[in-house]
């Protein structure tokens, strides 16, 4: 039971102090965060396992590509597709 406290109170800390910077700089962080994790595992284990290399490359482009599409949805919020699609030379 002193397991599930801990993290709890963890996660009721770490949601007001996101709520305040909004989702697109929370996403920004955390990606930001998973990929130097992975970077860090990644070259930890280069000698030792392929497979865990291979899985820490799935991650660092998987943090990669969510911050991509959070900063797209962010920008795109709120247009139609005729503006989207809609191109001035």
């Not at 130097?36 to 990669?64: C, D, N, P, Y």
């Amino acid at each position: 039971m002193e397991g599930t406290v801990i993290p709890a109170v963890g996660e009721r800390g770490k949601k007001e102090l996101f709520h305040e910077m909004g989702h697109v700089r929370e996403t920004i962080i955390a990606s930001s965060v998973g990929q130097t994790a992975t970077l860090l595992v990644g070259v930890a284990q280069m000698f030792v396992s392929v497979m865990l290399v291979l899985i820490a490359v799935f991650v660092w482009f998987s943090a990669s590509q969510e911050s991509a599409a959070v900063q797209m949805h962010s920008v795109l919020d709120g247009m139609t597709i005729g503006q989207v699609m809609r191109s001035e030379v």
